[in-house]
């Protein structure tokens, strides 16, 4: 079967036959790659099954996921396909390797947070847990999309209090939203910009470490 997407893994240097691992799929922000992320959760690839996934559309330096019309306004076909092939990705991941489906989580920064928390909304319970940094969420994913239960969800959403990039306002957004469906929210505000800082990546490796089963 081949890879609906570019990517990069990082996995257990040995593996138990018979045994499956959680997965964490990452996903970067605009212009960036697959590369970007990683050294975000760096040590994590002796627990986990890493997926780290290239966007699929040029945007130099280099890649996107989707494309957007205006501000916070995601071209809607583009921002669809995307969606649709990271689901593909997904199930890809699932198929060809010993992953727990159990314990999918999605971690994604900028664009990769948007797309995270949309993924959320639309498989639902077939994900764990989300780590959000940094994105918000459509307004035609709220209003168009098929949206699935996210009671049994959990999320780690933060944001940046002096984000020029994505007004920290649609951080307090992002956090409102899902607690309104009866997800479960752990949201963290920074001193910063639009940027990940040391606290936060310490905060979101000990609540990731927190959810996974040993």
Excluded at 110 to 116: D, E
Excluded at 121 to 141: D, E
Excluded at 197 to 210: A, I, Q, T, V, Y
Aim: glycine fraction near 8%.
């Amino acid at each position: 079967m081949n890879a609906p997407m570019v990517y990069e893994l990082h996995r257990p240097a040995q593996t138990e036959p018979g045994k499956t691992y959680p997965a964490l799929f990452l996903m970067h922000g605009i212009g960036s790659n697959e590369q970007n992320m990683l050294s975000l959760v760096s040590g994590l690839e002796e627990r986990f099954y890493i997926f780290s996934i290239r966007g699929h559309l040029p945007q130099p330096p280099g890649y996107a996921f989707f494309t957007i019309q205006g501000y916070g306004k995601p071209h809607r076909e583009v921002f669809d396909e995307g969606i649709n092939k990271l689901k593909s990705f997904i199930d890809y991941a699932c198929a060809e390797y010993p992953v727990d489906q159990s314990q999918l989580f999605l971690l994604g920064f900028s664009q990769g947070a948007i797309l995270s928390m949309t993924l959320g909304l639309t498989l639902g319970s077939r994900i764990k847990g989300i780590i959000a940094l940094s994105g918000y969420i459509p307004a035609f994913v709220k209003e168009k999309y098929d949206v699935q239960p996210v009671d049994k969800l959990s999320l780690f959403i933060s944001h940046g209090e002096m984000d020029h990039v994505l007004p920290f306002d649609w951080g307090l957004e992002n956090n409102k939203y899902f607690r309104s469906l009866g997800a479960d929210v752990t949201f963290k505000t920074y001193q910063e910009g639009h940027t990940v800082s040391m606290e936060n990546h310490k905060d979101f490796m000990n609540w990731l470490m927190e959810r996974v089963k040993k």
